[in-house]
């Protein structure tokens, strides 16, 4: 039923700026909530941001808080993250995925995009 295709990956040097997007299938996409997670090999998948139907409420992980913007768009389907400030323990290959309640927790996401992959350089 949820399609979502991630973008806006690449290499980029520590203290650079990435703008990822992720497009979402589905005529009730502001009903979903909307996050992004990263997973680097051998360590478990992430939790970076989260979003609400309607952009009420926004939840970062510490890791990122002050450097990262989540945000949507519902006109077009698409949610995104701003990247600022990156350092080299960012490098991972993020995710979006959606939920029916905001939640931090891995598990409490059904549907998710295939990935795309951000390398920070020192």
């Known amino acids: 039923q949820v399609q979502l295709v991630e973008s806006g990956g690449g290499l980029v040097e520590a203290g650079g700026s990435l703008r990822l997007s992720c497009a979402a299938s589905?005529?009730?996409?502001?009903?979903?909530?909307m996050a992004w997670f990263r997973q680097t090999p051998g360590k478990e998948r992430a939790f970076v941001a989260v979003i609400s139907g309607g952009s009420s409420t926004i939840l970062y992980a510490e890791a990122v808080k002050g450097r990262f913007t989540i945000s949507r768009d519902n006109t077009k389907n698409k949610v995104y993250l701003q990247m600022n400030r990156l350092k080299p323990e960012d490098t991972a290959i993020y995710y979006c995925?959606?939920?029916?309640?905001?939640?931090?927790?891995?598990?409490?996401?059904?549907?998710w995009g295939q990935g795309t992959q951000v390398t920070v350089s020192s």
């Open positions: 995925a959606t939920a029916w309640v905001v939640r931090t927790t891995e598990f409490s996401y059904n549907y």
């Open positions: 589905g005529r009730t996409f502001s009903n979903y909530v």
